[in-house]
Nanobody
């Protein structure tokens, strides 16, 4: 059982930055791995970044590596996605997700995650 609540989305110009937050509730077992996904209109969900919450190991999509950083504050049960050097192509609804140990595999497939937040919109203009 886990509930996820994203925040921090908004509109920014190309090259700008945003930090997304995901407040999590529920037992840690239910969020052994956590990740950020995004979905633009008429497109499938795309994995952006993931983290193993126990070890802190992270992994990223090639399209965002070097620009985005996923991190966590365990004391606050909060996941973050720092997004720098934003591009119009980053425009999407961003979703926070959590997965159980049996599903987490260090990838960015939606099948690894069984809990999802409602999403927060990120819009990047040129």
């Amino acid at each position: 059982q886990v509930q996820l609540q994203e925040s921090g989305g908004g509109s920014v110009r190309s090259g700008g930055s945003l930090r997304l937050s995901c407040a999590a509730s529920g037992y840690p077992y239910s969020r052994y791995c956590m990740g950020w996904f995004r979905q633009a209109p008429r497109k499938e969900s795309e994995g952006v970044a993931g983290i193993y919450t126990r070890s802190g190991s992270t992994y990223y999509a090639d399209s965002v590596k070097g620009r985005f950083t996923i991190s966590q504050d365990n004391a606050k049960n909060t996941l973050y996605l720092q997004m720098n050097s934003l591009k119009p192509e980053d425009t999407a609804m961003y979703y926070c997700a959590a997965g159980s140990p049996s599903r987490c595999s260090g990838g960015l497939n939606t099948s690894e995650y069984n809990s999802w937040g409602q999403g927060t919109q990120v819009t990047v203009s040129s």
